[in-house]
């Protein structure tokens, strides 16, 4: 087991001490409204750390007093698919829960909002591996928006020719007699102007 302690009663000036970042260690989160994880108590002011080393959580009592640190080497997270195992736990709708899985304990964080947890999720993924979730999403987000979009052209264009109704778009293509750059109206017949050559326009 390889979780760092401090005991209830330390002087300010020790948790400060144990606290103190290693070398080449660097805070990436933090949040000072956190609770144990449990669905029936409310977020409590204990403080939730993220260092691209270690997630440190500072336990206090009812009037902020630091009752307890405890510091979990990020490389104790359980692993499952090349990804650390840090997830939403289950609760309400409203708060968030993050539920991070280590050999020797799971550790239950409770936060005000759902959304807080998945960040934390999201930062605690980079930490370890180095992927950033988020831009990783929305490029895969946007590549459906643009499988969407050519889904949706193509159906249109389709429907169109069923219909008999003649394509406005413009198309590039390259004359199939000297392979000079011309462009047209989709399906429309265009000479080139370079060797007379007629060619019905079709996307190239």
């Known amino acids: ?16 001490s144990e606290f103190r970042l290693l ?9 000072d409204k956190v609770g144990t994880g449990s669905s029936i108590l409310p977020v409590r002011s204990d403080e939730l750390v993220l260092t691209n080393q270690a997630l440190i959580h500072i336990k206090k009592e009812l009037f902020g007093k630091v009752k307890e640190v405890v510091r979990y080497p ?6 499952s698919g090349g990804k650390p195992q840090a997830v939403l736990g289950n609760g309400d709708n409203v708060s968030g829960f993050l539920d991070v899985y280590f050999p ?8 005000e909002w759902k959304s807080d947890a998945e960040d934390w999720i999201d930062a605690i993924i980079f930490a370890v591996t180095g992927e950033d979730v988020k831009a990783k999403k929305e490029q895969e987000d946007f590549q459906k928006l643009m499988n969407f979009a050519e889904s949706v052209t193509g159906t249109v264009n389709g429907m169109k020719k069923a219909f008999g109704i003649k394509s406005t778009e413009q ?3 390259k004359c199939s007699s000297c392979g000079a750059s011309i462009s047209g109206i ?16 079709r996307a190239c």
């Open 1 to 16: 087991m390889h979780v760092n302690k401090i005991k209830e009663g330390d002087m300010a000036k020790e948790v400060e």
């Open 23 to 31: 070398p080449e260690e660097a805070v990436i989160l933090r949040n």
């Open 74 to 79: 990020l490389a104790d997270i359980c692993m």
């Open 104 to 111: 020797y304990e799971t550790a239950h964080f409770k936060m």
């Open 171 to 173: 198309v590039a293509c």
């Open 186 to 201: 989709e399906d429309e017949v265009v000479v080139c102007p370079f060797c007379g050559t007629s060619n019905k326009m």
